[in-house]
């Protein structure tokens, strides 16, 4: 059973550092895409990152490059995502996703995605 479960999440204050870990079981993460997507209350769910399959390209939103850092641990089975400078902006659910097929075309979007975890909280405030 492929499952994914993030984990990290908490209240932060503006300036401080978060890294969240998403761990998988059912399958091989180093075998699929996986994404990093958070959504805010009232918002759409937007892409964060992305690390490819295999030699683990990286891709950011642009709200987020320079300081953000998604990484995989390979013997561990589990993709990370460093958050520094956070933003009170940065305040979502965190949600990561695999797409098994290993594509990272579009891989901004949810739709390209077959399995994701439950989220965990991310809050940045004073």
């Known amino acids: 059973q492929v499952q994914l479960v993030e984990s990290g999440g908490a209240l932060v204050q503006p300036g401080g550092s978060l890294r969240l870990s998403c761990a998988a079981s059912?399958?091989?993460?180093?075998?699929?895409?996986i994404g990093w997507f958070r959504q805010a209350p009232g918002k759409e769910r937007e892409g964060v990152s992305c690390?490819?399959?295999?030699?683990?390209?990286?891709y950011y939103a642009d709200s987020v490059k320079g300081r953000f850092t998604i990484s995989r641990d390979n013997a561990k089975n589990t993709v990370y995502l460093q958050m520094n400078i956070l933003k009170p902006e940065d305040t979502a659910v965190y949600f990561c996703?695999?797409?098994?097929?290993?594509?990272?075309?579009?891989?901004?979007?949810?739709?390209?995605?077959?399995?994701w975890g439950q989220g965990t909280q991310v809050t940045v405030s004073s």
């Open positions: 690390i490819s399959k295999s030699i683990g390209s990286t």
């Open positions: 059912g399958f091989t993460l180093d075998k699929s895409a």
């Open positions: 996703a695999a797409n098994p097929s290993g594509s990272v075309y579009y891989w901004w979007r949810p739709g390209r995605y077959d399995y």
